[in-house]
């Protein structure tokens, strides 16, 4: 079956500017997660969604930083006023969202270069 | 911070069993230990995952210590293409911490 998408694949903008990235979670996956991986990091959790609500935000870094996942399907993150540090890629994962045994999947992220 | 410890890279020849140890000395009794791998360019990747017994799928296995304080992920065969970062996380809810995993090369 379809894994989880992301559009777009990649994002240049410029310092200021306001930015979306789109998330298409696995159909019937209830849980959704937004990370941030930087050049040779790890990835950085930033939000989580059990269906429709924000269950844990506490990775967004200020609060330039917005997600929705308004039908408890797709998400998208919302970044205003960008800045060079934003540069990063930006994954997107879904899962059963049950405790416990909860494996991710993730997408192939949106790659978000700031100039 | 991560709750995991793994090194930071490792050579495997291809071919032979590649073993990445992970240390997770404060892991609770109801966390789980997940493996993931993340090629270049792609996202994190599901291997497998385990909470006390020794577990095993197509991909790899997963070799968890009695204390539960330790695991190693052992992909039997390693092939060229197992070249990536491996992350060893410990949870049970839904926030995941990522740490830098271990870089594993797999060598001709």
């Known amino acids: 079956g379809a894994g989880v998408s992301q559009t777009p694949s990649n994002k240049v903008t410029e310092k200021g500017k306001y930015v979306e990235l789109r998330c298409d979670p696995i159909s019937g996956h209830t849980a959704l997660y937004w990370y941030r991986q930087s050049l040779g990091q790890g990835p950085e959790f930033l939000i989580y969604f059990q269906g429709t609500g924000a269950a844990d935000d506490s990775g967004l870094p200020n609060d330039r930083f917005f997600a929705v996942r308004p039908e408890g399907s797709v998400s998208t993150l919302k970044i205003q006023r960008t800045e060079r540090g934003d540069s990063a890629v930006y994954l997107c994962?879904?899962?059963?969202?049950?405790?416990?045994?909860?494996?991710?999947?993730f997408g192939p992220g949106t790659r978000l270069t700031v100039l | 911070d991560a709750k995991t410890t793994q090194p930071p890279s490792m050579d495997c020849a291809e071919g032979r069993a590649a073993n990445l140890p992970c240390n997770h000395s404060t892991i609770s009794g109801n966390e789980y230990v997940y493996w993931y791998r993340q090629i270049h360019s792609q996202g994190p990747q599901y291997i497998i995952h385990g909470l006390k017994n020794n577990e095993t799928n197509e991909m790899a296995s997963l070799i968890i210590t009695e204390d539960r304080k330790s695991s190693t992920l052992i992909l039997p065969h390693a092939t060229l293409r197992d070249t990536a970062v491996y992350y060893c996380?410990?949870?049970?809810?839904?926030?995941?911490?990522f740490g830098a995993g271990t870089r594993l090369f797999v060598k001709a």
């Open positions: 996380i410990v949870g049970g809810g839904f926030k995941t911490i």
């Open positions: 994962a879904s899962s059963l969202g049950t405790s416990g045994g909860n494996t991710q999947y």
